[in-house]
């Protein structure tokens, strides 16, 4: 059984351990009021849970391992249940509200109080489309009525997602703000790393981020500062056609593909800038906030982006970078130029980057705040349940 003093927590994400996901194992890991502990139903390899503190409904790669199958259509963990109630967990914390849904069931029959968290499009992708999306997308829509009543708290990365949540009938009362942080000291500016005349982007290749539109602006870019050269981080399924349409307008593009967080970290050091200019998308998806801006501005690069979605709640508009209207590929190249060109400017965009990650995304400060929302959960469930 589990010590008394020790709250214990339970965090489930479908597919554990994914590149771009690193924020997950973060904060459980920066938990200091509670003991996290990991449950999957696939296992990826970005990065890796504490073993003892970790369970896995099915394995590498196993979306049609027997186990796994069974949790997906009635919701049961069989034989793990009997571990997972000894660890008398205080709640299930859920990453994206399609995978609150799986593990809605096994929440409700065994009376553990549920805290989802939404991150962005799992909340903003309107109900026509995910309709006509893959599985998980469809259960989302069909059960989201009773997610929002039985969810004990519906965490929103940003306002702009608890307000489009709200406006889909989850309670007011419930949906709190809480912005992911960043480990300000890990990511410290390095005076000893020389800042190149690099554009950087870092995301998936998809049109969701709008790597279509910066290309098209560095070919202005490029025009005006010839030594400026674009570093894309990432892969997806644009990656040809990108690649194609840099070789047409740019002189200088490098597309690195897929690297660890460590390595991604390197380079927003060296950078002068990162740009990641995020569009609404048909369905209804957009930037939910963006933490890679937060990690950009945390080693004090400044960042150009658009006014969409949750990303002018963390870069400041005229103090921590720029952000344009979506799709407007010349004011784009404009505010890149005027990052790029003038030293002085760029010391000032920057330091203030770096401050107001401090004071408003410190990890230690943010995992503090989530750790009182837990004990709100928790303590109104309790109440409830008498």
Request: net charge positive.
């Given at each position: 059984?589990a ?13 554990l351990?994914?590149?771009?996901e690193?924020?997950v194992?973060a ?11 990991y449950l999957g139903v ?23 391992d027997?186990?796994?199958?069974a ?6 963990l069989?034989?793990m249940?009997?571990?997972?109630r ?6 299930i914390?859920?990453?994206?509200g ?8 096994w929440?409700?029959r ?9 991150h962005?499009?799992?909340?903003l992708?309107t109900?026509d489309y ?7 997308h469809?259960a989302y829509?069909r ?8 969810a004990a708290?519906?965490i929103a990365?940003?306002?702009f ?5 709200i406006a889909?009938?989850y309670p ?11 480990d300000?000291?890990e990511?410290?500016?390095?005076p ?5 005349p ?5 995301g998936?290749?998809v049109?969701?981020k709008?790597?279509r539109d910066?290309?098209?602006?560095m070919?202005?870019?490029?025009q005006q500062l010839?030594r400026a050269?674009?570093v894309i981080?990432g ?5 040809e056609e990108?690649q194609?349409q840099a070789r047409r ?14 390595r991604?970290?390197?380079w927003m050091?060296?950078a002068?800038?990162v740009?990641v200019p995020?569009v609404?998308?048909?369905?209804g998806s957009s930037?939910?906030l963006?933490l890679?801006?937060a990690?950009?501005q945390a080693v004090g ?5 658009c006014f969409t979605g949750g990303i002018?709640?963390?870069?400041e508009?005229?103090e921590t970078?720029?952000l344009?209207r ?5 004011a784009?190249?404009s505010r890149?130029v005027?990052?790029l060109?003038?030293?002085?400017h760029?010391d000032a965009?920057?330091a203030a980057?770096?401050k107001?990650?401090?004071?408003q995304?410190?990890?230690r400060?943010?995992?503090?705040l989530?750790?009182?929302?837990y004990?709100d959960?928790?303590?109104?469930s ?5």
């Amino acid at each position: 059984m589990a010590t008394p003093s020790v709250k214990n927590v339970l965090i489930f994400r479908h597919d554990l351990g994914a590149l771009t996901e690193g924020y997950v194992l973060a904060q459980g890991e920066g938990l200091e009021q509670h003991r996290a502990y990991y449950l999957g139903v696939r296992r990826l390899t970005g990065w890796a849970s504490p073993p003892s503190r970790t369970f896995m409904i099915g394995g590498s790669n196993s979306r049609y391992d027997a186990r796994a199958l069974a949790f997906k259509l009635t919701g049961s963990l069989g034989l793990m249940t009997r571990r997972l109630r000894a660890l008398e967990p205080r709640l299930i914390h859920a990453h994206f509200g399609q995978d609150a849904v799986q593990i809605l069931r096994w929440s409700r029959r065994h009376h553990v109080p549920l805290v989802i968290t939404f991150h962005g499009s799992d909340a903003l992708i309107t109900d026509d489309y995910a309709r006509r999306s893959n599985p998980s997308h469809r259960a989302y829509v069909r059960h989201k009525h009773v997610l929002a009543g039985h969810a004990a708290r519906v965490i929103a990365v940003s306002r702009f997602v608890r307000d489009r949540l709200i406006a889909q009938g989850y309670p007011a009362d419930r949906c709190v703000v809480h912005y992911i942080g960043v480990d300000v000291d890990e990511l410290a500016p390095d005076p000893a790393v020389p800042r190149e005349p690099i554009v950087l982007f870092v995301g998936r290749l998809v049109p969701s981020k709008g790597a279509r539109d910066l290309i098209s602006a560095m070919h202005e870019v490029q025009q005006q500062l010839p030594r400026a050269r674009l570093v894309i981080i990432g892969d997806g399924p644009l990656r040809e056609e990108l690649q194609a349409q840099a070789r047409r307008e740019l002189r200088a593009c490098e597309f690195l593909g897929a690297l660890p967080h460590a390595r991604v970290i390197e380079w927003m050091k060296r950078a002068t800038v990162v740009s990641v200019p995020s569009v609404v998308q048909p369905d209804g998806s957009s930037e939910g906030l963006g933490l890679v801006f937060a990690e950009a501005q945390a080693v004090g690069t400044p960042v150009v982006s658009c006014f969409t979605g949750g990303i002018p709640e963390v870069v400041e508009d005229g103090e921590t970078g720029y952000l344009v209207r979506p799709g407007d590929a010349g004011a784009l190249a404009s505010r890149l130029v005027d990052v790029l060109g003038s030293r002085g400017h760029w010391d000032a965009l920057s330091a203030a980057a770096r401050k107001r990650m401090c004071t408003q995304f410190d990890q230690r400060r943010q995992t503090r705040l989530l750790e009182a929302i837990y004990d709100d959960a928790a303590r109104e469930s309790a109440i409830a349940t008498k």
